[in-house]
């Protein structure tokens, strides 16, 4: 059973940075595609970053860009997400998703695949 919990939300003042970290087990980690999402109060949950089974390849939402980075440690089962610059209106909960290979980039990027973590919030605000 896929299993994802994410830790390293809070509050934080603009400018500022926060790492968040999905631990991951019950299935092969080093096989799935990692990404995090994101939702916003009384918005629909959007995507923020993936990257692949490799670490290799990521993928970012343009909002984030030079800002946020991804990463995994397929030794420890856990992907990263360092965010760093923070404005108001990253304020959202943050969402760990696994992807099995079979299923695509887009499909991935859309949120309607894979498993979920519980969330963890971030609070950007003076």
């Known amino acids: 059973q896929v299993q994802l919990v994410e830790s390293g939300g809070g509050l934080v003042q603009p400018g500022g940075s926060l790492r968040l970290s999905c631990a991951a087990s019950?299935?092969?980690?080093?096989?799935?595609?990692m990404s995090w999402f994101r939702q916003a109060p009384g918005k629909e949950r959007e995507f923020v970053a993936t990257i692949d089974w490799s670490g290799e390849r990521t993928t970012y939402t343009d909002s984030v860009k030079g800002r946020f980075t991804i990463s995994r440690d397929n030794a420890k089962n856990t992907a990263y997400l360092q965010m760093n610059n923070l404005k108001p209106e990253d304020t959202a909960v943050y969402y760990c998703?696994?992807?099995?290979?079979?299923?695509?980039?887009?499909?991935?990027?859309?949120?309607?695949?894979?498993?979920w973590g519980q969330g963890t919030q971030v609070t950007v605000s003076s």
């Open positions: 998703n696994a992807a099995g290979p079979r299923i695509g980039l887009v499909q991935i990027m859309s949120g309607n695949f894979g498993s």
């Open positions: 019950g299935f092969t980690f080093r096989n799935y595609r």
